[in-house]
């Protein structure tokens, strides 16, 4: 590595710390964008580039080469976006005068349809834990928090006590896009309300613990207890659709919208930058609004 390899490399270190510091990106997003930042300077040292002189063709050459590495399309998409915003911020930092990615075209990215439960698929996941010990009123009152507000997972385990608002039945959202706060609807509330008064203060062993869901040992708890737990219950309810967390998220939206919610509601409780995230949820009201036409039209 030269000397402008060591450079770029504290403009990296610089770019990834405005990141989490300026933008507040949670620990999943900050990791997405220094491995594609890192990808990238690679490249650039591999093929003896400047990054600082570096031009639109250059950079067009450079996702020519993630195509025949065969990476997906959103990969590369995503990509484009992280080294995009790399170089906005040696626009912003006054470390160049133009941005090399003007005229690069982001690869279209065919929008994936999100897997859905049915309403009463989510009943039937929801009943099965049982409030007959510490881990069935945390599981109960967890299922229902992430059904009722259609946070990302890492959202969720990212959570303090101190985020709860029982009284006000809603809860505060710090980390994505930005800080937002959610309504709690009354069942969730009731879970939630039970397991802060009579498992969490249990489970806990140190009294400076804050996160708001806690494993067994009283730490916080992972994204891949999360996972565990929801796959645990989607088995005991005899379910055969995949669920992830990830899944109760799509159905929450997709639940609100069919019932009449506004669009713009549900991307501010989603915490979508862009309204075009959310709007892949309106096929399924649409699907719904085939089932009342043949339901109800005396011709259908």
């Given at each position: 590595m030269d000397w402008r390899g060591y450079v770029m490399e504290k403009q990296i270190k610089l770019f990834l710390e405005f990141l989490e510091n300026d933008k507040k990106l949670s620990a999943n997003t900050l990791q997405s964008y220094k491995r594609d930042i890192t990808q990238y300077q690679e490249y650039i040292d591999k093929n003896g580039l400047n990054y600082l002189k570096i031009n639109h063709e250059e950079i067009d050459k450079y996702f020519e080469s993630l195509k025949d590495m065969n990476k997906?399309?959103?990969t590369i998409s995503r990509n484009l976006a992280t080294i995009r915003s790399f170089y906005q911020f040696l626009l912003r930092t006054k470390k160049i005068k133009k941005d090399p990615t003007i005229g690069v075209q982001s690869p279209k990215v065919e929008k994936k349809v999100p897997s859905i439960l049915t309403s009463k698929e989510v009943e039937l996941l929801l009943e099965q834990p049982k409030s007959i010990d510490l881990k069935g009123i945390r599981d109960k009152a967890m299922l229902e928090f992430a059904y009722a507000t259609g946070m990302r997972v890492t959202e969720i385990i990212s959570l303090n006590i101190s985020d709860v608002n029982l009284d006000q039945s809603y809860v505060v959202c710090n980390a994505g896009f930005k800080k937002r706060n959610i309504p709690l609807g009354s069942i969730s509330l009731k879970a939630l309300k039970d397991y802060i008064e009579k498992a969490r203060p249990i489970l806990i062993k140190d009294e400076n613990v804050s996160a708001l869901f806690v494993n067994i040992n009283g730490k916080r708890l992972?994204?891949?207890g999360f996972w565990k737990i929801v796959k645990f219950y989607k088995e005991q309810a005899h379910i055969t659709k995949d669920i992830t967390p990830h899944v109760l998220r799509h159905s929450f939206a997709t639940h609100l919208?069919?019932?009449?919610?506004?669009?713009?509601?549900?991307?501010?409780?989603?915490g979508h930058s862009d309204i075009s995230s959310t709007q892949v949820?309106?096929?399924?009201?649409?699907?719904n609004l085939k089932d009342i036409y043949k339901k109800a039209h005396p011709r259908a």
């Open positions: 997906k399309t959103s992972t994204r891949q919208l069919q019932n009449g919610a506004d669009l713009k509601a549900i991307q501010t409780m989603l949820y309106m096929q399924f009201q649409n699907e």
